[in-house]
């Protein structure tokens, strides 16, 4: 209340203030303004009177001037007229102008003698008076004066008017502000202070109530931000909690978060921990005037994340944003996540030449061509594989140059992008303990016979105490190819490789999502039908099945021979058409690689020559959507669909499957996957299918859409099981564990 009081007395002593020197400026402009109206009035007259006043001097006609004065002194505001002879007696005058004459006297002779016109304020009595003297002229010089008084009173009680009027204003405007800043105050801060306070209390006492809302509010944005992270905090810890008893009661061992930080904190005690890919968790875009972050919806980021806050550890990546150069320090480092700082991302530069040589010349049309084996031929040249080494020493530098001083440090490395990095980075800190994840598949040693510098990539990837790919097969391949091309020891039995002294050990660890569980049970969720015709009449298409595809357009994904099933269904199964739609959710990707621009073409008008075969006013079998969608997006399709299909030709994990029985918390939906996938090794309740095969997808979609509703839901709760048990936190678990386990001692005296 207090604060109030203080907050309105200060509003009203500054409006009080601003309003007296606004209204001493306004009364000093209107009595400058009326004064001078006042002079040319009076000026005006005693020019309008000169004439008629000169002849009747020279006609000695007295009393006509006495008339003539009585009748123009009535004017408004004038107080008198006199006429002097040249000997400056009065000749003609209004009455009661005895003492003005007398005060006048002076100037009325100056006027005379110098034949001047003279004007000016007085104070005659103690009231203001103006004045306006002329000289008459007969031929033979001035004979004369013409003296006007006017009654200046009138301006000083208009100022008063002025000044009372302010006051009134100022009074109103004091209880009028008054009155608004109390109930600014109490809508605007009191209030939301009031419920942000209960919102409080409500969340230690363990009850779900809605937001305050003080978020919303500019005043409180920065008390806002730390109440809310401090809410969600406290939130998570008990979600956090309660899972856990939750898990213990049914003797579960799900993997979660805070479970994660806690086994990694175990793990690194107090040791430092370093991630390297060559995308990057945070980056920073110019949006207009503005800068905006952009975090990629990353299975990898969710994994890792929770590792790097516990350890205040570092991510190294190429800083590709336009404006990731402004928001760095002199090291090239930023605090992330941008609203609770936790951990370093540090930024490496590459040259618009090195970008193109390594990421889009030898990494993905050389070595993503030569790894998925899905008749693309792998493009490799001279120039960009000297890139590549160049951008792995770089990396390799940068990272060396972090890790100085530290005592065992970890490091993850990510993917076909850094199979140089191991080693590089070992001969220069062996007692780091390094590990690699190999995201694509790797193909077998004579398909790998085709790069032309194999021996180094091998070589490198050596270099790491822990070689981690998604699948078995993925590690038996690795292993035969090293086999077959370097001097090594291969333990098939341990699964590791020896070389130079140093002993690789090669696992598999299948990659997952987040799967979240914590909302079941709360409410009820929206009907898909609902939602599902709202989607599609989004794109004017009225259907009553709706099947989903989630992909980058890529000749690895199999969205060719999706379409083409989806045309032999429509065949085959004449009924579906104008009932069954399918929506292929496409995001452009490398498209300035050759490939890949043709490919976006290509599956263009594929789309467009099926719908041309069976499109009606109302309804098209294919909706093609070749643009980025967010997360939030894509989980509505999921949600809404009855299938979704996945049949890429050859793919390591593929996330998209897992993501789509993640979203399906009602237990709906059917998942037709391509058995060429590293998800269909644990996806074993979905329709498998060979993308290759027309026929078959085409039955597999019409068994998709009539599976009996019993049926569909236990495939869908086995698979949920699966994705919720072998989650991204396990993933994450089991790499950095089996990482620290190995005995890098043990590896030194291998020889």
């Given amino acids: 209340m207090r604060m109030s009081l203080r907050l309105v007395f200060a509003l009203i002593v500054g409006v009080t203030v601003l309003s007296y020197l606004f209204a001493l400026f306004q009364v000093k402009a209107a009595k400058r303004a009326q004064r001078k109206e006042l002079a040319d009035h009076a000026q005006i007259l005693a020019e309008s009177l000169e004439d008629n006043v000169e002849q009747l001097l020279g006609r000695n006609s007295r009393r006509r001037l006495d008339t003539y004065v009585v009748e123009f002194a009535k004017r408004e505001h004038v107080a008198g007229i006199a006429i002097f002879d040249k000997s400056g007696s009065a000749i003609a005058r209004t009455q009661a102008l005895d003492r003005y004459v007398e005060t006048e006297r002076a100037n009325i002779a100056h006027t005379i003698s110098s034949n001047l016109s003279y004007s000016g304020f007085h104070s005659i009595d103690g009231q203001p008076r103006y004045v306006h003297i002329l000289p008459l002229h007969e031929e033979i010089g001035v004979v004369g004066a013409l003296a ?12 008063s008017r002025l000044w009372w009027d302010a006051f009134l204003r100022v009074l109103a405007q004091a209880a009028f502000i008054a009155l608004v800043t109390l109930l600014i105050i109490r809508w605007s801060i009191t209030g939301p202070l009031a419920k942000t306070a209960k919102w409080i209390r409500e969340l230690r006492a363990g009850r779900q109530v809605e937001r305050s809302g003080i978020e919303s509010e500019d005043l409180f944005r920065p008390l806002a931000k730390e109440v809310t992270d401090l809410a969600k905090s406290l939130e998570m810890a008990r979600a956090a909690a309660e899972q856990e008893a939750q898990l213990r009661a049914s003797a579960e061992s799900l993997w979660t978060p805070e479970r994660l930080r806690i086994h990694v904190r175990g793990l690194l005690r107090d040791r430092p921990f370093f991630v390297v890919s060559n995308r990057e968790p945070y980056s920073h875009t110019h949006r207009g005037k503005n800068v905006e972050v952009e975090v990629p919806a990353s299975g990898l980021v969710t994994a890792l994340e929770p590792v790097l806050r516990t350890c205040q550890g570092t991510w190294l990546a190429h800083g590709s944003g336009d404006a990731d150069r402004e928001n760095v320090d002199e090291r090239d480092r930023l605090r992330v996540p941008p609203d609770d700082p936790q951990y370093t991302l540090k930024r490496v530069w590459l040259t618009k030449q090195e970008v193109e040589g390594y990421y889009y010349g030898f990494a993905n049309e050389g070595l993503w061509a030569l790894c998925h084996i899905a008749h693309t031929r792998p493009v490799f040249r001279a120039r960009d594989w000297e890139h590549y080494v160049t951008v792995n020493r770089k990396f390799a530098q940068s990272l060396v140059e972090e890790m100085a001083g530290a005592e065992e440090p970890g490091v993850l490395l990510q993917d076909y992008h850094f199979a140089l990095l191991p080693r590089l980075v070992k001969e220069r800190v062996p007692h780091a303990r390094v590990a690699i994840f190999w995201h694509i598949p790797w193909p077998n040693s004579e398909a790998f016979s085709i790069c032309p510098w194999q021996r180094e990539l091998l070589d490198g990837l050596l270099g790491a105490d822990l070689v981690g790919f998604h699948v078995q097969s993925h590690c038996n391949n690795f292993l035969e190819t090293v086999d077959r091309t370097l001097e090594s020891r291969v333990n098939w039995e341990h699964f590791s490789v020896e070389r130079g002294g140093h002993l690789t050990e090669v696992r598999p660890f299948p990659i997952s999502v987040a799967l979240d569980d914590s909302g079941n049970g709360k409410s009820p969720p929206p009907s898909p039908y609902l939602d599902r015709a709202a989607l599609l009449r989004e794109h ?3 259907a009553t099945f709706l099947g989903v595809g989630v992909d980058r357009v890529d000749y690895t994904k199999g969205i060719l021979e999706r379409f083409r099933g989806v045309e032999r269904f429509m065949e085959k199964y004449p009924a579906y058409q104008g009932q069954f739609t399918f929506v292929q959710i496409g995001a452009p990707s490398r498209t300035h690689i050759k490939r890949y621009h043709e490919l976006l073409g290509e599956v263009e008008s ?10 009606t006013p109302r309804w098209k079998p294919i909706v093609n959507l070749q643009r980025h969608h967010n997360h939030a997006e894509i989980q509505r399709y999921y949600k809404a669909s009855d299938l979704c299909l996945v049949t890429s030709l050859h793919d390591g994990m593929n996330l998209v499957a897992k993501e789509y029985v993640a979203a399906r918390d009602d237990d709906q939906g ?3 996957l391509s058995r060429f996938t590293g998800a269909s090794r644990e996806l074993r309740d979905a329709v498998m299918v060979n993308p290759y095969d027309t026929e078959q997808l085409a039955d597999a979609l019409f068994f998709s859409l009539t599976m009996d509703p019993v049926e569909r839901a236990a495939r869908m709760h086995r698979m949920r099981r ?30």
């Fill in 148 to 159: 006007v008084f006017y009654d200046a009173s009138y301006i000083d009680q208009q100022a």
């Fill in 540 to 542: 004017g298409v009225e």
């Fill in 606 to 615: 594929e789309a467009e020559r099926i719908n041309w075969r069976f499109q």
């Fill in 670 to 672: 059917v998942l037709v």
């Fill in 722 to 751: 699966v994705v919720k048990n072998f989650n991204i936190y396990r993933w994450a678990a089991e790499l950095i564990g089996e990482l620290y386990e190995i005995r890098l001692e043990a590896h030194a005296e291998v020889t």
